[in-house]
C-alpha cells in the first residue's frame, strides 16, 4: 500500500460515486447487464453521537495490536516533538486540542514536514475529522492512544481515497465490503460529493503553506463528509483495522441501525448487502460517471428484477437460475448474520420450497428435503426477519436480513 500504512493494514479500500441520472449497471455475466434505475431517493441512515460511541468502543477492543493510552507501537508510528518552526501558536492550538500539547503525531514517516506533500494531505485529513473527533476520544481513551488511532484511520482513509480514483475495478473482497457499506449508509449522490471533495483537498493541500491552510481545508473536507458520513467511514475504516474481510462481515451488523442500511443497500444499488459481504460481488468500477457492479445474479436484489434491459431480467425464475456457490454450514456461518441476533418465541416457519428447478439444484448440494426459513428476532431495537433456504442437516443457501418481521 503507498502510503506507509503498515504490514497489517489492508489494502483495497475503495469509494465510488454515481452517475447524475441515478443508473447502476448490474453484470452477472449472463448478457446485458442490468440497467437499474433507482426509483426514489434514500436518505442516508443516520448514526446519532451516542450509537457512534457504543459502536466504537465494541469495535476497537478487536483491534488486533496495541495501542495503549501511554504509548504507541514505533513500528506503525510514532509521536514526535515538533521543532520551534511547527510549535508555534497555531501548530500549538491544534496540539492542545488533540489531548497533546508537547506532542503531535506524525501520520507519515519518522518526519513531519510541511515540505513534504503527502504529511501535508494527512493532516489536512486529521484536521476533517476535528468535528466528530471527540466521540472517538471518549469512546476509546481508556483502551486505545486516540492519537494514535487518528494516524492508523487517516491513513487508511487516505489508502482507499487513491483507489477511489484509480480508473481499474475494485476487486477485493475487503474494498466490496467497504464500499457496500458506505453506499448502504451513506448514499450514491453523498459518495459522488465525497470524492470530488478528496480532489478538493488534495489540491488544497499540496499549495498550502501553513497549518492555517491545512485546517481551512480539512474543515472543507468535512463539511462535506458532514458528521454523519464521518463516523460511518471512521467505523468502517476501524473495523477494516480490525481484522480484514471476515471482521467486516461478522462485526458489520453491531453497527447501528445495520437493518435500516441494507434495505437502503438495496434501493440505493440494487445491490443485496449480504450478498455483497459474502463474495456475491465480484468488482465495482465507476467509469465516466456510470457505476458498474459485477455480481453473481444471487446478489440482485428484489428492487432491481424490473430494471433489466438485457436477458437477465427475470423476476419469477432468478432464483432457479442462480450458481448455488454461497452456500454454508449452517445461519450463523452465512455473512451478514448479527451476531446480536435475538429470535422471538413463535417467530419460525419452513416453508415448502415451490421452485421445482431451485429444488433441483439444491438437491444436487444435499438430497432430501429442504425448506425455506423464515425467522423473525431483533437486533437490538429494530425488527428483522432472516431468510434462507436450509437443507435437513442444517446446511444455509441464499442467507439475507429483512427490515420488519415477515410471520405477522
Partial sequence: MRPGLG??????FLMVGCA???VVHLDTGKGSPIAYTLQRQVDPVEVDSGEF?????????????SLRPTEATPSRLQLVSWDETVRNAEGGSWCSRQGAQDECLTLLGDDFSLLDAD???SLALSFAWDGVWSGVQDAVRNVVNPLALKAMISAAMAAYMFLVVAPEPL???????????????MGLESFENLVAGWRRLSSESERAVSLQEL???????GAVMGANGARVLILVLTMALGGGAVNIATKGPLLPSFARAALAMEANAGVRLSAALGGGVRSISWTQGVLTVGISPAAVAATAMGSSSGENAAPAGTEGRTELKD????????PGFPSNFKAVQNGTT????????LLEKLREIEPGDWVKVYKDGWVGTDKVSLHYFESASGKVFNFKMKPGWSNQ
Wanted: hydrophobic share 50%; no cysteine.
Fill in 171 to 185: 476487486t477485493k473482497i475487503v474494498a466490496v465490503a467497504l464500499t457496500a457499506y458506505v453506499i448502504a449508509y
Fill in 119 to 121: 504529511a501535508r494531505r
Fill in 20 to 22: 447524475t441520472s441515478r
Fill in 53 to 65: 460511541k457504543r459502536a466504537m468502543a465494541r469495535l476497537i477492543l478487536d483491534l488486533r495490536f
Fill in 350 to 357: 419452513r416453508n415448502r420450497v415451490d421452485n421445482k428447478a
Fill in 215 to 221: 485546517e481551512t481545508a480539512g474543515g472543507r473536507f
Fill in 7 to 12: 504490514g497489517s493494514l489492508l489494502m483495497g
Fill in 327 to 334: 452456500v454454508f454450514n449452517g445461519a450463523r456461518n452465512a
